[in-house]
């Protein structure tokens, strides 16, 4: 194990949803519910809200366009930021230079608050409905990677790839962040993450459930790599991990354990896809090892996986913490599939007990008998400084009048 330097003030917390939508609801509903829950995180203290691209998705996710639902939050809003978590990169869904184009322009609606996150699809259901090949999306989102950076880092640029062949252009509208916004990469194996690094862009990790051993060592591939790598562009390094389970607090732990419950039929559901694709193709054959997990161990799931933040404010700010000693910079913690009522809670419990704590420690009232332990604890160094004081003071006058009578 690593002894890292514990980051409180540096960690970022990103609120995360798929407008998960249940049986007998409307999806029409279920976003109305996620604009509230976005402008009560706003209020309480997250960083940034995120979304991932999913589409034609059964029962986990609705957010197929999430450029459409920013712009809206985006109006709504004045300080929370928004990551694109993550936009997908093979070209029959996505082509690179719409990316640019749009992050762009949501960069100047926002007024500087978005980030790109990019991927290349991690569900059978959409990369077959787009009719993407698994065998060769990766080499597709590292090439529209490479067209994004340049669109918005060079005024006139061009590429000349496998996957694309863009002629001497200059990317309209032109972003205002400097050099251009945040972006990160989803990374989910050791090959991934050291990608990432060497590129100099910010990682995704974690989502596995395969435990905090598999988190720190993709952390500490990703550190090493940035430390010996040459980048061409500005380098946007952070580690980004997901909490891809779910967080949920509530005011005692037994009532977050109660909920959390129900959180593990999406996980079981979303690793099935990464059973699937991990037979189709050699880049996605890491996804394979979750099958050797057992989602119906609670105390793994909730305690060691690495997948949920659940609890009561202290455990969830305990939690926390160990996500932070790995040298994390920021959460992502999905907040989803609940009811409305209690993902509101959750969000405002997080906000008002957690957050400070690594936020702004000093601002955290603590209990009286807390701060009188911290009293007593000081009288002794406090006496004796005093008795210092008043023995150099008596020293003092008594030289001073042995002058004075000189004279």
Known sequence: MRIHTRKV???????MSEGETPPGHTHEHRYRELVDEVLLAEEVGFDAFGTSEQHVAIGTATTSAPE?????????????????????????????????????????LSNGRVELGVGRGNTTLALRAFEVSPTENKAQQIEGLEVIRRALHNDVFSFVGEHYKIPPRSLVPKGIQSPYPPIHMATGSPESVRTAAELGVGAIVGGFYLGFEFLENMLRIYDDA???????YPRQAQKLVAVGGGMHCAETRDEALKWARGLTESVALSTDAYQRLSKLSDDYQYMGAVKHLDFNDERY???ESSGFIVGDPEDC????????????DSLVMRIDGLPHKELMKSIELFGKYVI???KNPKAVVRTPEAIL???RTARPAHYAELEAFESAQKETTGNTVEVGEAR
């Open 9 to 15: 003030v540096a960690m970022r917390f990103i609120f």
């Open 317 to 328: 700010v305990a939690q926390v913490q160990r996500f932070a000693d790995l040298g994390a």
């Open 356 to 358: 400070p704590k690594f």
């Open 68 to 108: 459409v639902l920013y712009p809206y939050l985006m109006a709504l809003t004045t300080r929370i930021r928004f990551v694109h978590l993550v936009t997908l990169l093979p070209t029959r869904i996505n082509h690179a230079l719409r990316v640019a184009e749009r992050l762009a322009t949501e960069d100047i």
């Open 373 to 375: 332990d911290d009293i």
């Open 226 to 232: 940035l430390a010996g790598a040459t980048h061409t």
């Open 301 to 303: 799931m909730f305690e």
